[in-house]
């Protein structure tokens, strides 16, 4: 069963900047998907970034230009660092895992490993 650590969440005001950090339990294979979603009080879960083995990566709107996806391999360890903060930012992020040789996909149905989440919270 592959378990994913999350952590880097906090209370931060608006402006500031925040990083993610999200572990497997186990060495990733050679070819996966890994992704941030997020969930907001009272609304769906939403894909926020994701990032292949081979470093391709995918953003939504929002947050394009503020947020970065980043992986390491040697650490197998993926990143989302946060910058320019907003109040919509605030919700509870959760790293996926999809292993596998496929594109990134915003669909919350197709990751099998789910971290537990950790809380963002930006201050106006």
């Known amino acids: 069963q592959v378990q994913l650590v999350e952590s880097g969440g906090g209370l931060v005001q608006a402006g500031d900047s925040l990083r993610l950090s999200c572990a497997p339990s186990v060495t990733t294979r050679s070819s996966y998907v890994m992704a941030w979603f997020r969930q907001a009080p009272g609304k769906e879960r939403e894909f926020v970034a994701g990032?292949?083995?081979?470093?391709?990566?995918n953003y939504i709107d929002c947050v394009k230009g503020r947020f970065t996806i980043s992986r390491d391999n040697a650490k197998n360890a993926v990143y989302l660092q946060m910058n320019t903060l907003k109040p919509e930012d605030t919700a509870i992020y959760y790293c996926a895992y999809r292993p596998g040789p496929y594109v990134i996909t915003q669909s919350t149905n197709l990751y099998p490993y789910w971290g537990q989440g950790t809380q963002v919270t930006v201050s106006s």
């Open positions: 990032i292949t083995w081979s470093g391709s990566t």
